[in-house]
């Protein structure tokens, strides 16, 4: 860009007493005025006058050899550098805050939804956005599988889900690093902020004040951050914190941390990052470098504290998932982490997240194994302790405590892999069974039971080195468990659609043939009508992903429900169609019944009116 | 049970001090007794070669808390730590950790471990203010070692010089009185304009929120904490691994309090000075002559209200005052012999600075070692307690 040409003298330079005159006008030690305005804010004339007499300074110093005018130089040149040291931080504080509190928010690239204005809100403790979050892995996970699972089961998945998200092309950087689509950055600061940025940093480098430079760069960069993680909820807890807390809060807080962590990696550290480059790219020696680890160091040694802290915690059953969790979340970010702390300066960070990562895998080992050493020792004592063992809520171990579910002498024989495969797949049940009773509709928990029990039972069979190690006998067991939710689920939806074709009540009079109160049946007709409506309505969006399963438990409804229908409707239905208005009470054939059984389980909304063929 | 059965795990390293795994009893005994004394003269020369290196024309020792002195201290503070478990862990039936008193002194030690690891991270944190400040110092250097030395230079060197010794003010003051302030600013600030941006320059050095720990946490009240209940054992507890566990339980004391002492870190302001070793315990009496030595130096330091006791610290400060004054009363061109005492403190302040250059880095890597090894051996004796049968565990 070329400045105005100036009014008397040529294009491309300022006479020396210019320039002076020009540096000392606006020495802020000199004069009120020179402190009250900033030169970067002012027309674009005074800012190109500037730095031409900066540049002027500079060169009059490579050809003056006389003492005295050196030294005038010199003072000349400290005042500028001195003045645009000044400029440099105001220009950065007044591009801090603006852009940072929406974008954070909602580029998480970890969300499956694409656009900016994404919903994935980072909340307080709240389950309802994990479980939100969870959902949307899911679905990714749906499509990219081909799977459609409703409810991801084993922990293997998330290992092998992989976050894709869109990357935002830098446009004069030439780091191949940013095809990495879950890295995702946003312009910190508008280009012309980083184009007048840039011409301070190149004049404040070539005159030797870098570090001067570099310092007040990271001050400014390193609040910005400081705020951004104020916003992101990022705590603060030392380690003697973390250990004093209940395990619960702790999970809401690593819950919490997930999601803080991929934003600060994928989003702002690698902004920050994109912002050095811009800055400083091509200036001097690996300077973007320095000024990124300035400001990014103390932060992203704040964040990883807090995973830190959790690896060293004590080690107990309960807290197996939310470690891997936290685990299977740092793995995920590591390449991330490798990319952007890529320099020689950022080593430190690299190692600890590994070192933080390995620690973390220990600590689940070492649960896994205490708990194997403890099965071995004192089996029922230790069930009973892993169900009792929270005192403090119920969500997870809600099931009967008195009952271990497992039969330990059963386990004994076991190769310790298998012993660790079967407990897995135990504390498995005993969190679905958590799970579960957060669904309201009893029903809809039984089969959120038999949906998931069904699938490692599949996953099991299919697998004959996981077969021949768990044994038939457990797998025997849990088809049991099978049976029992489907009964139960029988139970729930349709003893009181079936209590309204039964014979009892509806005799006035001892008699057989007469006698038949007609008001309680027409109640009768009403009722199962209205509450298999019911039933269809609401079943039919329940998904079982399964066929094989879906089918059978819809033969099982139908054996049910079809014959007691018939006979009902087979006694009575003179009775009804000698009265009045006989289709308000028998709305549906046979047939029909049958129609709507097929529409259960398939995970679509029905039209509300059943299909009446018969008509 | 017997140590046998504990097939994979540490117990079942065979010692090389000893010929067998299992010992009849009164041998084991012997064993146990040497075994101790040993640490304890270990301990006991560690400390003196601290308190007194020897040294000699080639290389001279190290200042008591300088960056390489430290780096010394943490050093020998491995080598124990190291004694220490092979000394607790090894070879031992696991079950003597939940007989008295082991049972309750363990615990403590390892409590005391979470606090020496939340002081560890609050050391690095205070490792990279010092990097700051060594940054800054080499601004002056730059400025003063050009030749001529010009107005601009001196104007150059102050500003970097007066931000220096702000940062030093400052890092000690989050929470400190404002007496103290006013004593920061009583002296090395005459005439200059523009004080309050410069206090602006540097609160963005250290005020920023990630230098520091958590809200309301204080170094000064972990180290106390820490010397809770540090009871040197009696009679019969005396001769046995009670014995052990007091010293190393002092030795962390002492060390975090002496790096606490050295490194600015988050609220020191009534960091203690009294030390609760008794006397007349022979091992100790290097670690006590050197812990009063460091206490003198820290209530000298206090009183008048600058920063840490590491000594390229302080000798930055003195070189950096005067230097100020050199550039306050700057007159170009400087006299030649004005110019040969200042020649000669850059050069100082420069020695200072390519000390830090080299040395503080490895400090940090050194303490994050500490960490490392203090939460590896925490594990371990939490795996010891767990095995010898204890399903209640401490809270730790």
Redesign the interface.
Known sequence: MEPPPPENNNAAALPFETAEKIILRWD??ASEEAREKMIFQSDRQEVDRYLLAVDEIQRSMSSTSI?DD??K???????A??RLE?EF?NILISHTNPIEADSLMTTDPSSSSRSISSNTEVDDEGTIADEEEEEDDDAAAADAEGDGDASSVSKGNKLLRYHSGESISVSNSSSSYRSTSSIREIDLIPSDAVYDLRSIAERMISS?YL??C???YG??R??A??AS?RRLGI???????V??LEWDQLEAKIRRWIRAAKVCIRTLFSSEKKLCEQIFHGIGTAIDDACFMETV???A??LF?FAEAIS?S???PEKLFKILDLHDALMDLIPDIDIVFDSKSSE?IRI?AA?ILS?LAEAARGILS?FENAVLREPSKTMN?LIVSKPSTGSRYSGDPSTPDLDFTELEGKNPLAIHLIWIIVILQFNLEGKSKHYKDASLSHLFIMNNIHYIVQKVKGSPELRAMIGDDYLKKMAGKLQQAATSYQRATWVKVLSCLRDEGLHVSGGFSSGVSKSALRERFKSFNAMFEEVHRTQATWLIPDSQLREELRISISEKLIPAYRSFLGRFRSHIESGRHPENYIKYSVEDLEAAVLDFFEGHPVSQHLRKRSQ | MPATDYQGSFLGRISIRRNQVMAMEPNSHEQEVEDLELFQKHVSDRFSDLLSPPSDDSSPSDPLLSIAWLRKLLDMFLCCEAEFKAVLIMDRDPSQMTRPPLDRLVPELLERVVKALDICNALCLGVDSVRNVQKLAEIAVAALEQRPIGDGQARRAKKALNSLITAMMLEDKDGASAKSTERAWSFGRRGTSSTSAQKDRTAGLFRSPSCNMAKNWSAAKQIHAMSSNLVPPRGAEASGLASPVYIMSTIFVFVMWTLVAAIPCQERNGLGTHFPVPRQLAWAQPMIGLQEKIAEEWKKKEKKGSAGLLEEMQRLEKIGQSLIDFADGFQFPVEAERLEEVKTQVEGLADICRKMEEGLVPLQQQIREVFHRVVRSRAEFLDVLDQAGRLTAPTV
């Open positions: 802020s030690t003492s050196h030294n130089l010199n003072s000349a040149l400290q005042i550098m001195a000044d931080r030797g570090r001067e570099i310092q007040v001050s400014v390193k609040s951050v400081d993680f705590e603060k807890l030392s380690i003697g914190d250990q004093r160091k103390g932060p040694i704040q504290n060293i004590r080690r107990s430190s600890q070192e620690r205490e302790e």
